[in-house]
């Protein structure tokens, strides 16, 4: 019997749309920051993992590659990957990224770094990306967070297909830095939660 789709089926194109418009004009990048604040309020307010279960446009683009498209070995992540201390691991290493991103865009703003040009991929590669930026009204800071941010993604995402191609489609979900905020995030909640009687 086939299955009704429901709107947030198809967030998966924005998913990709980004990235695509990413590659065209880097200010795009902004849009990201949608991602990462959507969930925690999701999981603040309503205190369970909605956004990872339904929302996600990024698991379902890799649900869609690796499962539909079969893309991928349908094989089990290693015991080691779901393991908290590789999880808050990864999600410690993903914030000192992100908080040097942070700190290069300030520097930028602040007049005492030029503007760099480059999307790093997997926090080592420099990737030349100038095509993508042609000036704006705002400050070069405003395009060094968008180079910064659309690496963090960018990175995510190959990240999430390397592990799509090796294990199941949706591996990344295991260790996704998001996700194990908001799994916190509901503990944190749900233990402060009076108990009915």
Do not use: E
């Not at 996600?56 to 869609?64: E, I, K, N, P, V």
């Not at 999307?119 to 990306?129: C, D, I, R, S, Y």
Request: aromatic letters at 22%.
């Amino acid at each position: 019997m086939k299955q009704n789709k429901k709107w947030y089926d198809y967030l998966w194109i924005a998913s990709l749309t980004y990235l695509i418009l990413g590659f065209f004009n880097i200010l795009f990048a902004w849009l990201g920051l949608l991602c990462f604040f959507i969930p925690l309020l999701i999981a603040l307010i309503k205190g369970n993992k909605a956004y990872c279960n339904k929302y996600c446009g990024r698991g379902q683009l890799f649900s869609l590659v690796g499962g539909r498209f079969g893309l991928s070995r349908r094989k089990d992540v290693p015991g080691w990957m779901k393991s908290g201390y590789f999880r808050y691991g990864f999600l410690i290493f993903f914030f000192t990224m992100f908080f040097q991103m942070l700190w290069n865009t300030y520097l930028v703003f602040s007049g005492t770094k030029n503007l760099g040009t480059a999307v790093t991929l997997l926090w080592t590669f420099k990737l030349p990306w100038h095509w993508a930026y042609h000036g704006t009204l705002f400050s070069d800071g405003v395009a060094q967070f968008a180079f910064g941010f659309y690496s963090v993604m960018l990175t995510s995402t190959v990240l999430g297909f390397v592990t799509m191609l090796l294990f199941k489609p949706r591996s990344w979900c295991v260790y996704c830095p998001m996700g194990t905020m908001t799994q916190l995030i509901c503990r944190a909640k749900h233990r402060n939660t009076p108990q009915k009687s």
